[in-house]
């Protein structure tokens, strides 16, 4: 109790001392989906405006790419802003984020790290420059009908699938192979054969590729390249070597997805993002998709919070933590060549103090305000957000007290705890070599350069295209070649 009214008599004074030296306004950049950026702009910040008696603009950025931009646009101009985890170390880098310990005490410090969870994510040589605002990961989303549909029809889709396997990786399907009836416990193999049952299913009288994932030119399709590479044993250094077994595996298996037609190409073609995901689910022209936690709030819908959803039947979406990766290559024997794990990236978003803001207590209390209890509650259980406070996280069976919310949170906090330590691998140049992967990409699945045309995936070719067309272009990037 002490600690907190030294802390608020701290704020009191800098805050009073503040205002003599310039407007008490409190400049906030964010990036926010509709829903969100409503409820942030007519409930939350009119309350701490209120309670703080200051003046709060808050400006929308449409285009992620834009903050640095707008950082230095705005320099002196803006308090606090909204970060994405691959953005948080390019701007501190920039000098666009002031540290932490900069103007906290060691005290609010402590207070700081026993409040929130997974603070070290923000921690760099031992300074703490962001205020955790969710974290968030993908995990896989399926119609539980079509499962169960796939279920009871893969005998009949046994000796075709053999027949096709076999021309592809000299073998067929793995020894032993029965597909799974629990979806936490399939592998590449498994999105395989559901794909290829799916595609070979009329269904509404048409038989077509029922699985997807982003497929837009954008950050949200680098998130899955990187996540599979995560899949198939990478690390982060793997991020800055086109041509490490995991990525080469990457690429290969999204070839390999959409030459045998499990893929819906419509992911590419209408250039698919997190909401156009949700709408082929309601279209019947997506099966099984991966999303975060919010993504699946928003498919699902909630009457009680005016959100419609896309699903004419809530009680058939599925949910599952992320398949195991494996390679596509099998020994002899059968036996993959390679096993993978189920670990992706964590992700999420932080509040920083922009550097220059002009007073660096006010936007840390506006943070932390954002983030209390009562309104990561709020925000949690409107949104499904997955919360970083200790306090809600421990309470997390209250929270999200109805039935279909619930196994969503419990999934994503398994997935959570699958991921480890992985994050989005850090680089000055990131958003230039996450590009490189992006334009492989399309390169190489969208434009089918996978191998001499016409031909199916060859690992050898695309092991080739990336050492030649892509790896000169990540050497330029980074300080040294990999090892």
Aim: net charge positive; charged share 25%.
């Amino acid at each position: 109790m002490l600690r907190k009214w030294i802390r608020a008599w701290i704020f009191l004074l800098s805050v009073t001392i503040g205002m003599h030296a310039a407007d008490n306004t409190v400049t906030v950049l964010i990036h926010m989906i509709p829903e969100q950026e409503a409820f942030f702009r007519n409930e939350v910040i009119p309350e701490f405006a209120r309670r703080y008696r200051t003046k709060v603009e808050v400006i929308s950025v449409r285009a992620l790419d834009q903050l640095p931009v707008e950082l230095n646009n705005r320099k002196g101009a803006v308090s606090l802003v909204k970060v994405p985890f691959d953005q948080m170390w390019p701007l501190v880098a920039d000098g666009l984020i002031r540290p932490l310990n900069s103007f906290l005490t060691v005290e609010e410090i402590e207070e700081y790290e026993k409040d929130y969870a997974l603070t070290w994510f923000a921690k760099k040589e031992g300074v703490y420059y962001y205020v955790p605002r969710k974290y968030e990961t993908r995990i896989m989303v399926y119609r539980k009908s079509k499962v169960a549909d796939a279920l009871r029809n893969f005998k009949k889709f046994v000796k075709p699938l053999q027949g096709r396997l076999k021309e592809l990786n000299g073998y067929g399907l793995p020894r032993g192979y029965a597909l799974e009836n629990n979806p936490d416990k399939w592998d590449y193999y498994d999105i395989f054969v559901l794909g290829w049952i799916w595609a070979h299913t009329p269904y509404d009288s048409v038989a077509m590729p029922r699985i997807v994932h982003r497929g837009k030119r954008y950050s949200g399709t680098t998130q899955r390249l990187i996540d599979r590479v995560f899949q198939l044993n990478g690390t982060q250094n793997s991020f800055f070597n086109m041509v490490d077994h995991p990525v080469i595996d990457t690429y290969f298996w999204e070839a390999l997805y959409a030459y045998c037609k499990i893929y819906n190409p419509r992911m590419w073609e209408n250039a698919y993002d997190g909401k156009k995901i949700w709408q082929a689910f309601a279209d019947n022209t997506a099966f099984l998709s991966f999303m975060t936690q919010i993504d699946c709030f928003f498919l699902h819908g909630s009457r009680k919070h005016n959100i419609e959803g896309y699903l004419q039947d809530t009680e058939d979406m599925g949910i599952a933590t992320m398949p195991q990766g494996c390679s596509f290559e099998l020994y002899s024997d059968g036996a993959c060549r390679r096993k993978g794990r189920k670990s992706i990236t964590t992700g999420g978003w932080w509040w920083g103090i922009a550097d220059g803001a002009h007073q660096p207590r006010l936007a840390y209390e506006l943070a932390r305000f954002i983030t209390s209890k009562k309104v990561q509650v709020d925000e949690c259980v409107r949104f499904g957000m997955i919360p970083v406070r200790q306090d809600v996280i421990n309470k997390h069976s209250v929270l999200f007290p109805d039935s279909w919310i619930s196994p969503i949170f419990y999934t994503s906090y398994m997935q959570l705890k699958q991921n480890g330590n992985n994050v989005v691998p850090y680089s000055k140049n990131y958003d230039k070599i996450a590009k490189c992967y992006l334009d492989a990409w399309f390169d190489i699945v969208v434009n089918k350069q996978w191998n001499l045309r016409g031909r199916p995936p060859s690992r050898t070719f695309i092991h080739s295209h990336l050492s030649q067309h892509y790896m000169p272009r990540i050497y330029k990037l980074i300080d040294k070649p990999p090892q």
